[in-house]
């Protein structure tokens, strides 16, 4: 009896080297409900997007789009700002094997079929959704990102990392110049920033001769209750995809919700100085550290029934002779 109780228990060791419960089709997502762009002339959106074939790699992927304001010759508006996002996420994805890609973007339309300003990311079926950072310093009036999962210790977790937008970092294109080692503090011009996080009502933050990090400190304040914290530790490491050029270095502080409820970000920066960097990171439930292929897994198994059966004769090996000397 302990034999076969110990054959089975090595079969189900080694099964759970591989077994998972496959993440279903549109499992996870996040919406985007576009707005226009604020910052009057020339900036630009990047998007990182992560996701995992269920139980095996990450794949990551980033797209840039330039985006236009009011002063500029052809402005963009909500829905083009929906249209560039998604074009952007699927050229991210371009350089991956397309049965590798796990996430699906599509912009929303309306009953009539036309374009309208939202879209949507969802997982393949057998992938799932790791990270998202969203960088947008056109700060468009008005954006929301919902998300499912909900927001929870459970669920999907937040944080908000403001950065300043001045000359020094390429104007409202920060893309186009790395951050100093050592720079120093910048204050915000004024204007504010407008959120709403979970299921508060919306609040306005001042931003007027503050930095980053004070804005930040303001903000986590007036969240508190729902989790708002300011972490010198980010909520997951840069997604650079071997270049720095679509992402600003992390500046030392985020503010991070990890006991948020509802599902839905709702912002709007004010402030022509500043701009917000979204990042959401969901459940990675089906990771693992260690892939073992299928065949590996039966030599396993047939490495523990041999091993099984060895010792089970050499245990019977040892009743004989000791019965022998009788």
Known sequence: MRIIILFFSAMLMVGSLSAYAETPKDFESLLIETGEPTIKDESAISISVLW??????RYSGTGLTFTYGSDARKP???VSMASKMVTSIKESMMTQEPSWRG????????SDGSRTAALKV????????NEFVIRDYSNQQSVSYQVKPSFGEDGVTAAIDLVTLSADDGGSNPFMKKEKKNPQAKKATGGGIEIAVGDRDSMTIKTVNLTTEEIENKLASALSSSGGYVSTNQIFEDVTDGTTRNVKPFDGHEVQFKSLSGNTIKISVKDPSVSAIIKLKYPDENGTTMEIPMPLVWLL???VVGGIGYFYWKAQSNIDQDESRY
């Open 52 to 57: 995992r074939i269920d139980d095996k790699m």
């Open 76 to 78: 963009d508006n909500a």
């Open 301 to 303: 198994l047939a490495l």
């Open 122 to 129: 969802t997982n393949k079926q057998g992938h799932s959704l």
């Open 103 to 110: 996430a699906e973007v599509e912009q929303i339309t309306s």
